[in-house]
Nanobody
Framework: QVQLEESGEGWVQAGGSLRLSCAAS????????MAWYPQDPGKQRELVAE???????NYADSVKGRFTISRDNAKNTVFLQMTSLKSEDTSVYYC??????????????????WGQGTQVTVSS
């Protein structure tokens, strides 16, 4: 079982910065893509940033130029540096990890795990 522990919850004024972290349990040997998804009450989670194991990144248009995703593969940790925050960035942010699991016949299945969520509040 994979466990993801998030940290970095906070409150800032518009224009401020926050850094979120998400660490996977130490028993995981390999994690593929890691990502961050904010979720507002009553809405689906929407991808804002993802990063492959090799460091390739992808961002939602709404955060390009403001958010930076990075990771430390040795520590199975992903970070989200958020700058120039806006009130509309207020949400609960969840990290997600894709873990490949080898089957008995040698193929790979992908399992997805989520963190518990961390609150980001930006006041205008």
């Amino acid at each position: 079982q994979v466990q993801l522990e998030e940290s970095g919850e906070g409150w800032v004024q518009a224009g401020g910065s926050l850094r979120l972290s998400c660490a996977a349990s130490a028993t995981i040997f390999r994690i593929n893509t890691m990502a961050w998804y904010p979720q507002d009450p009553g809405k689906q989670r929407e991808l804002v940033a993802e990063i492959t194991r090799g460091g390739r990144t992808n961002y939602a248009d709404s955060v390009k130029g403001r958010f930076t995703i990075s990771r430390d593969n040795a520590k199975n940790t992903v970070f989200l540096q958020m700058t120039s925050l806006k009130s509309e960035d207020t949400s609960v942010y969840y990290c997600k990890a894709e873990v490949p699991v080898r089957s008995a016949i040698g193929t790979y299945n992908f399992h997805y795990y989520w963190g518990q969520g961390t609150q980001v509040t930006v006041s205008s």
